[in-house]
């Protein structure tokens, strides 16, 4: 079942209601402030040096030497990685991201969910999501270096991993050869989810066969001129991470008082134990207040962090009122 968070439509269609605060995503509420545009972002096609000096920029501020490719957000990535390899045995680190198992399956792939990355030894291409979502699950960049000898291709989306720079397993990239590929995302850490941007790191091998699959002009103008802003951004990045670490001991502390347990997270979002994540996400509805649940738990129930103080006051005031 290939649901996400980011669905006001369903809730909206269910509770009807209008001035919705979306939780139900971990995409930073307090965005990178968008530069000018250059109005030859908007006007002419954006040109191989464009691209270089963006994905440069990305290299960078990731840690890594290894190749990188810009793509339309990481989604595009997993569309594409099932092309990479003809279809065999694939595992996933589950559970996680739906779409990673979804992309695989819907290319041929037979694909395996598992619960600890031993049981993915021997796998033609294995995918690991760290920090993981929706558990906030983390593998040491040491584990994950070990794990790709012992299957064909390691695919580490490391999506939420901005906020969590020593998790990253990019500034060994170099090393790993072809044998993994890391996913990152532009849009949740910089808040700029509809601009569609994120990477793809990787051997020489494996990146030219990105490219030759993404073709051209795979990322846009806008999303070219402000990455490079953005990712060079060391001040805002510190200040941002500063901020979010306290606005999730905020949100725990939040969740602690209504009764739920926190299960993990990010520094993004975090999910609890509710006992009833339906309910507690309808609880959350009658406030207009948007939440995630997942089919596979009954009880966990994913909160996006809030960005500011009004929606604060009202999160807390859908929280003390208990089970109205």
């Known amino acids: 079942m290939r649901d996400h968070g980011g669905d006001l439509d369903r809730a909206r269609a269910v509770y009807g209601g209008s001035d919705w605060i979306d939780l139900s995503t971990g995409i930073n509420p307090v965005a990178y402030p968008m530069p000018d545009l250059p109005r030859h972002a908007l006007t002419a096609l954006p040109t191989a040096e464009d691209v270089a000096t963006l994905e440069a920029a990305a290299a960078k501020a990731y840690g890594t030497t290894a190749d990188v490719v810009a793509l339309s957000g990481a989604q595009a990535a997993i569309q594409l990685v099932p092309r990479l390899r003809l279809p065999g045995c694939a595992s996933v680190l589950a559970p996680s991201y739906n779409e990673h198992a979804a992309a695989l399956a819907a290319q041929g792939w037979r694909v395996s969910e598992v619960a600890e990355p031993e049981s993915m030894a021997g796998a033609d291409l294995a995918v690991v999501v760290n920090p993981n979502n929706p558990d906030g699950r983390r593998w040491t960049p040491e584990a994950l270096a070990a794990l790709a000898d012992r299957v064909g291709l390691l695919v580490v989306d490391e999506s939420f991993a901005d906020p969590h720079p020593k998790q990253s397993l990019a500034p060994r990239l170099a090393a790993l050869g072809e044998r993994v590929l890391i996913l990152r995302s532009f849009g949740k850490f910089y808040g700029l ?61 939040l969740a602690d008082g209504a009764g739920w347990r926190l299960v993990g997270g990010t520094l993004l979002f975090r999910t609890y134990e509710t006992g009833d994540a339906v309910a507690a996400q309808a609880r959350l509805a009658r406030a207009t207040i948007w939440s995630r649940v997942f089919p596979y738990s009954a009880g966990w129930l994913r909160l996006g962090l809030p960005g500011h103080e009004a929606v604060w006051a009202r999160l807390e005031a859908a929280l003390s009122r208990g089970g109205e």
Do not use: H, M, N, Y
Not at 220 to 230: L, M, R, Y
Not at 239 to 247: G, Q, S, V
């Open 193 to 253: 989810a509809g601009l569609r941007l994120g990477f793809a790191l990787g051997g020489p091998e494996t990146t030219t066969s990105l490219r030759s699959l993404a073709g051209p002009w795979a990322v846009s103008g806008p999303a070219i001129a402000a990455g490079k802003v953005a990712l060079a951004d060391s001040a805002w990045q510190a200040k941002t991470i500063a901020r979010l670490t306290r606005d999730a001991s905020r949100l725990d502390a």
